[in-house]
């Protein structure tokens, strides 16, 4: 039993087996190295890597495998220290990891030794690798070497992931322009371009494709990938199209299917598409349909505008309606009555400049006076409220040898009844759980109160220390008449 626990990781996290006539199959697989016992001074530890092509191999090669080893140390600093290890290959299937000082060295509990093999080339086989692991370490009573088996799955190689994304670099071509064909796709497929009257092989790393001959109609090509161990072959098609195409003859007795119709004389294009028809202008901008009428069950639009330029504007945004003036400002909505289930915006006034406002951030709302940013005054029957502190570590004095007070400015709520006052104590120092009066108010008037507090097992409490922990009253205050 070995005195130290090897876990082993990969990525991918299933290692897949390589498939003759592919890409080698790679990967990386991690040894880690913990101790859960006592610390194990340890000299060497070695890796067996099974090599062949069976399902117990890991890969044929183990020259592509580049090895690294690094020890955290958990336990002794502040912050895990990392350290690199020696590893280096012993061998025709061995890696050998040794300290870097060359020396013994404690494996303490909790650190971690992170073996880092790079690049494998996976064996073609799918099973179980098992790798071998042999440490080397010092007892009491001599050199102890002892075996693991730490088991590594490679999983069967799944099917090559089909081609995608036919495509020509221009939807839309010109006569005798130029055309390439691009897709994305595996480099293990064997590729071939069909098109009417022949077809072309590619190689499987080109991705792309030019025609010998532009085409001067409509034409559709077909990407014909196949797998060269499977022979499963995919199939993708992509159109394209010529702006202006050249027919020896048309004769049509039913009906015409075409992608688009256009003018000779004047080049406005009617495009058909899968939900209607689209207008084009004689520069392929967007047309105009002239009508004396339109009898329509809806309208999908980006906006509408009067018949002048500097008529308003109504744009149609994903979260609603913008309504704009002429010249891009925002607009005006004349209504003699809004009936709406809800108002999103950022601030209410009145219909003149100096009226009262209201904005409203994330924690409530603010009431300003006169157009400005000076608080306001929220008027109702029953009263009005407001809120303050005081600041931290001020205004404290001294009320008995055991106790002392503040006296807290109301002025600013401009109460003008008796005001009932809420209280909390606050402060960065802290300790104030340990206050007794916190809540108690005395002296109230409509422009001041007073708090008196005192440690709950009577001991000396002094202004200082309110200073030192930066006490202040939260308070909130209620009028009524």
């Given at each position: 039993?070995?005195?130290?626990?090897?876990?082993?990781?990969?990525?991918?996290?299933?290692?897949?087996?390589?498939?003759?006539?592919?890409?080698?199959?790679?990967?990386?697989?991690?040894?880690?190295?913990?101790?859960?016992?006592?610390t194990v001074p340890w000299l060497r530890i070695e890796i067996k890597v099974p090599v062949g092509d069976g399902a117990g191999h890991l890969t044929r090669d183990i020259s592509t495998i580049k090895p690294k080893g690094e020890y955290t140390d958990t336990q002794s600093g502040p912050q895990a220290d990392t350290q690199p290890v020696i590893v280096q290959p012993q061998g025709a299937n061995v890696?050998?990891?040794?300290?870097?000082?060359?020396?013994?060295?404690?494996?303490?509990?909790?650190?971690?030794?992170?073996?880092?093999?790079?690049?494998?080339?996976?064996?073609?086989?799918?099973?179980?690798?098992?790798?071998?692991?042999?440490?080397?370490?010092?007892?009491?009573?001599?050199?102890?070497?002892?075996?693991?088996?730490?088991?590594?799955?490679?999983?069967?190689?799944?099917?090559?992931?089909?081609?995608?994304?036919?495509?020509?670099?221009?939807?839309?071509?010109?006569?005798?322009?130029?055309?390439?064909?691009?897709?994305?796709?595996?480099?293990?497929?064997?590729?071939?371009?069909?098109?009417?009257?022949?077809?072309?092989?590619?190689?499987?790393?080109?991705?792309?494709?030019?025609?010998?001959?532009?085409?001067?109609?409509?034409?559709?090509?077909?990407?014909?990938?196949?797998?060269?161990?499977?022979?499963?072959?995919?199939?993708?098609?992509?159109?394209?199209?010529?702006?202006?195409?050249?027919?020896?003859?048309?004769?049509?007795?039913?009906?015409?299917?075409?992608?688009?119709?256009?003018?000779?004389?004047?080049?406005?294009?009617?495009?058909f598409t899968d939900t209607g028809v689209e207008i084009f202008n004689n520069s392929g901008g967007q047309g105009t349909v002239t009508a004396d009428k339109a009898d329509l069950n809806g309208v999908n639009t980006e906006w509408v505008q009067g018949r002048s330029s500097d008529d308003g504007q109504i744009t149609f945004p994903k979260d609603g309606i913008d309504v704009r003036q002429g010249n891009?400002?925002?607009?005006?909505?004349?209504?003699?009555?809004?009936?709406?289930?809800?108002?999103?915006?950022?601030?209410?006034?009145?219909?003149?400049?100096?009226?009262?406002?209201?904005?409203?951030?994330?924690?409530?709302?603010?009431?300003?006076?006169?157009?400005?940013?000076?608080?306001?005054?929220?008027?109702?029957?029953?009263?009005?409220?407001?809120?303050?502190?005081?600041?931290?570590?001020?205004?404290?004095?001294?009320?008995?040898?055991?106790?002392?007070?503040?006296?807290?400015?109301?002025?600013?709520?401009?109460?003008?009844?008796?005001?009932?006052?809420?209280?909390?104590?606050?402060?960065?120092?802290?300790?104030?759980?340990?206050?007794?009066?916190?809540?108690?108010?005395?002296?109230?008037?409509?422009?001041?109160?007073?708090?008196?507090?005192?440690?709950?097992?009577?001991?000396?409490?002094?202004?200082?220390?309110?200073?030192?922990?930066?006490?202040?009253?939260?308070?909130?205050?209620?009028?009524?008449?």
């Amino acid at each position: 039993m070995t005195a130290l626990t090897y876990t082993i990781l990969t990525d991918p996290p299933s290692l897949e087996a390589s498939v003759d006539g592919r890409s080698p199959s790679t990967g990386t697989a991690y040894l880690m190295v913990t101790n859960t016992g006592e610390t194990v001074p340890w000299l060497r530890i070695e890796i067996k890597v099974p090599v062949g092509d069976g399902a117990g191999h890991l890969t044929r090669d183990i020259s592509t495998i580049k090895p690294k080893g690094e020890y955290t140390d958990t336990q002794s600093g502040p912050q895990a220290d990392t350290q690199p290890v020696i590893v280096q290959p012993q061998g025709a299937n061995v890696f050998q990891v040794t300290p870097q000082s060359g020396r013994i060295e404690g494996f303490a509990p909790g650190d971690y030794m992170l073996l880092t093999l790079e690049d494998v080339t996976v064996a073609p086989t799918a099973g179980v690798a098992v790798l071998m692991v042999t440490e080397t370490i010092r007892t009491p009573s001599g050199w102890q070497i002892s075996d693991a088996a730490v088991p590594l799955v490679k999983a069967a190689p799944k099917e090559i992931p089909p081609p995608r994304d036919f495509r020509p670099d221009k939807a839309m071509l010109d006569a005798g322009e130029n055309l390439t064909l691009s897709w994305d796709g595996s480099n293990d497929f064997s590729y071939e371009i069909r098109f009417p009257g022949g077809q072309v092989d590619v190689a499987p790393d080109a991705r792309a494709w030019s025609p010998a001959e532009a085409p001067k109609r409509a034409t559709t090509y077909i990407l014909v990938a196949t797998d060269p161990t499977t022979q499963q072959q995919h199939f993708l098609t992509t159109t394209v199209q010529v702006r202006y195409p050249v027919l020896e003859t048309l004769t049509a007795t039913i009906g015409i299917d075409t992608p688009w119709v256009q003018g000779t004389a004047n080049k406005g294009r009617v495009t058909f598409t899968d939900t209607g028809v689209e207008i084009f202008n004689n520069s392929g901008g967007q047309g105009t349909v002239t009508a004396d009428k339109a009898d329509l069950n809806g309208v999908n639009t980006e906006w509408v505008q009067g018949r002048s330029s500097d008529d308003g504007q109504i744009t149609f945004p994903k979260d609603g309606i913008d309504v704009r003036q002429g010249n891009g400002a925002w607009g005006n909505v004349h209504a003699d009555k809004a009936d709406l289930n809800g108002v999103n915006t950022e601030w209410v006034q009145g219909r003149s400049s100096d009226d009262g406002w209201i904005s409203f951030p994330k924690e409530g709302l603010n009431v300003y006076r006169a157009g400005t940013h000076e608080w306001g005054t929220v008027f109702a029957k029953h009263g009005r409220m407001a809120s303050g502190k005081t600041r931290p570590g001020q205004g404290w004095r001294v009320y008995a040898p055991n106790s002392i007070c503040i006296d807290v400015d109301t002025t600013a709520g401009q109460f003008t009844g008796n005001p009932i006052y809420l209280t909390s104590i606050g402060g960065a120092g802290g300790m104030q759980y340990d206050l007794v009066g916190t809540s108690a108010v005395y002296d109230i008037t409509a422009n001041k109160f007073s708090v008196y507090l005192k440690w709950r097992d009577d001991r000396d409490l002094t202004p200082a220390m309110a200073q030192q922990f930066g006490w202040y009253i939260n308070w909130i205050g209620y009028d009524t008449p």
